[in-house]
Antibody
Framework: EVQLVESGGGLVKPGESLRLSCAAS????????MNWVRQAPGKGPEWVSS????????FYGDSVKGRFTISRDNAKNSLYLQMDSLRAEDTAVYYC??????????????WGQGTLVTVSS | EIVLTQSPGTLSLSPGERATLSCRAS??????LAWYQQKPGQAPRLLIY???TRATGIPARFSGSGSGTDFTLTITGLEPEDFAVYYC?????????FGGGTKVEIK
């Protein structure tokens, strides 16, 4: 069974940094592309970033480009999101989601339970 | 950026009734459209992808149709567990985008 467990969320001030992690199990992590999707309170989901199975292809949403960095460690079955220069509008639950292939783009087949990031002074 | 517009915003129905949800894209996405279900406090769950393919474990009462700019999610015979918010999403172009959602509530 696919399991994705996010961690690293919390309360930070505007301009600060945070690093999210997603621990994957139950599938061959190195075969599949991975994604971060966020959801602000009371809003719909917003795609944040995607990385293919080998880290050769990486994409970002316009609202985070230049501030967030996605990465993965296939040896550790882990996905990361380094978030710098955080803003109040980055406040959201952040989900990691896997796809059904190693390529991009692909659908978000399985999701973690999410980790809450709150940016407030 | 492709904008997805979902309608109606809220659908009030009784168990056993048929739900018809619409998603319209600002430009053609071919058949690269998916539907997700989200219940309070939970992550979204993939229901339908490539416009009409049910994801693993999704009951046959969920069906999707459409291509180009107009898509429909149909739930035939609402079960109590189907009352939730539904989102469409496209993967035709970067950035990947979601619709604003349709809430299916109990009448």
């Amino acid at each position: 069974e696919v399991q994705l467990v996010e961690s690293g969320g919390g309360l930070v001030k505007p301009g600060e940094s945070l690093r999210l992690s997603c621990a994957a199990s139950g599938f061959t992590f190195s075969y599949y592309s991975m994604n971060w999707v966020r959801q602000a309170p009371g809003k719909g989901p917003e795609w944040v970033s995607s990385i293919d199975y080998s880290s050769s292809y990486i994409f970002y949403g316009d609202s985070v480009k230049g501030r967030f960095t996605i990465s993965r460690d296939n040896a550790k079955n882990s996905l990361y999101l380094q978030m710098d220069s955080l803003r109040a509008e980055d406040t959201a639950v952040y989900y990691c989601a896997t796809t059904s292939t190693g390529g991009l783009p692909d659908w978000f087949h399985s999701w973690g339970q999410g980790t809450l990031v709150t940016v407030s002074s | 950026e492709i904008v997805l517009t979902q309608s109606p915003g809220t659908l009030s129905l009784s168990p056993g009734e048929r739900a018809t949800l619409s998603c319209r894209a600002s430009q053609s996405v071919s058949r690269y459209l998916a539907w997700y279900q989200q219940k309070p406090g939970q992550a979204p769950r993939l229901l339908i992808y490539d416009s009409s393919t049910r994801a693993t474990g999704i009951p046959a009462r969920f069906s999707g149709s459409g291509s180009g700019t107009d898509f429909t999610l149909t739930i035939t015979g609402l079960e109590p567990e189907d009352f939730a918010v539904y989102y469409c999403q496209q993967r035709s172009n970067w950035p990947l985008t979601f619709g604003g959602g349709t809430k299916v509530e109990i009448k």
